[in-house]
């Protein structure tokens, strides 16, 4: 291995966390950040990488940690539904080539950082057999209708090259994810540490009546904004918009009685989420478990063909926890469904994430 080329502070720890998520949307990003303050908080030595809007999310969290860019894979959605799944087939090819580049870029910061370990959010390449690796999924099970049993066999394949496999939710029946997370038949070094969250729950003055989280890839998250933007104009109630554009400066303006912003740090989004009555968002697994940590009543809209989406909108409508409808048929009259619910019900158990975290001192088990 060649000489590190960056140098560190002599008062961490002599591990060197490379950690990595996904740019879809920035979910996956969200939830690395109490993963990379916990790692922080032990010590640890972390390096983050990925691309586009999850990479400069990560920055303005971190901005003194070194920051990498990844290979990206650009995966695009459908207007129309029905070519959604054709699309996907189509970038295949790409998404494989993709998983050789984020292989040969790992190696090289392994070499520039000293790299003593590895945690990857759902990015494929992002590994190397030198040194342990982890992946971060809370989908063993992946959902695409018809064709579910190969989509899940293939991602199982896929996390089996890593040396663990980290979960963020329960395991069993309490599972926020439910059958995403928890497969019976998966053999394999697998550790469910809970749902976790950036957020945290406060006691503020509710000041907003609707907050509105746009967020995932596009086109569909921009013509969710398009929708929220006509049905809220001149609302009769205070509404504020957080449009998930991550830039290098973050802009607020007033757009037809909306106070819209691009984007929001962590805690400026925390403080936004506790004030407010009732957010609207999509059913992302990230945004759910961080609308479980606040406790804030929420109506969802499942990014359409998303089939994880639609499950978790249906499974949290069906445990009476927050209603939902589909984009297509959005109203604010619907928001009434959400007095008949009986809001969030998280069980809360021992932390365990940090106890994961002894697999990057050669102790490897949990």
């Not at 000293?114 to 992946?142: A, E």
Request: with cysteine.
């Amino acid at each position: 291995m060649k000489e590190t080329q960056y140098k560190f502070k002599a008062n961490q720890k002599s591990g060197v966390i490379l950690v990595a998520p996904l740019n879809w949307g920035l979910g996956h990003a969200t939830r690395c950040i109490p993963i990379i303050r916990k790692l922080k908080k032990q010590g640890y030595k972390v390096v983050i990488a990925s691309d586009k809007g999850a990479l400069t999310l990560l920055k303005q969290e971190f901005p003194e940690l070194p920051a990498e860019s990844l290979p990206a894979y650009n995966i695009s959605y459908t207007k129309e539904v029905k070519w959604f799944k054709w699309r996907l087939l189509m970038q295949i090819p790409n998404i494989v080539k993709v998983m050789r580049a984020e292989s040969k870029v790992t190696q090289a910061l392994i070499e520039k950082y000293g790299i003593t370990g590895i945690i990857s959010d759902n990015r494929f390449g992002v590994r190397n057999q030198s040194i342990p690796c982890v992946f971060i999924t809370h989908q063993i099970q992946v959902l695409s209708g018809w064709s579910t049993p190969i989509t899940s066999w293939i991602h199982k394949r896929i996390i089996k090259r890593f040396d663990q496999c980290w979960v963020p939710d329960y395991q069993g029946e309490d599972a926020l994810s439910g059958m995403l997370s928890n497969d019976p038949n998966f053999k394999f070094h697998t550790a469910y540490f809970g749902p976790i969250s950036r957020m945290k729950k406060q006691n503020l003055e509710v000041t907003i009546d609707i907050l509105v989280l746009l967020s995932g890839p596009e086109p569909q998250r921009s013509m969710l904004e398009e929708i929220m933007r006509d049905k809220f104009k001149n609302y009769e109630k205070k509404v504020v918009m957080v449009c998930g554009l991550v830039q290098d400066k973050q802009t607020v303006a007033m757009i037809d009685g909306i106070q819209i912003f691009n984007f929001l740090t962590s805690n400026a989004l925390e403080k936004l989420i506790n004030q407010s009555k009732l957010v609207i968002s999509r059913s992302g697994y990230t945004t759910v478990m961080d609308l479980a940590k606040t406790n804030t009543p929420a109506f969802f809209i499942p990014t359409p063909g998303q089939y994880e989406q639609e499950y978790l909108a249906q499974r949290l409508s069906q445990n009476l926890i927050a209603p939902y409808c589909e984009q297509s048929i959005f109203d604010p009259i619907l928001l009434k469904q959400v007095k008949d619910y009986e809001g969030w019900t998280v069980t809360a158990q021992k932390e365990k994430l940090s106890a994961l975290f002894s697999v990057f001192e050669g102790k490897g088990k949990f």
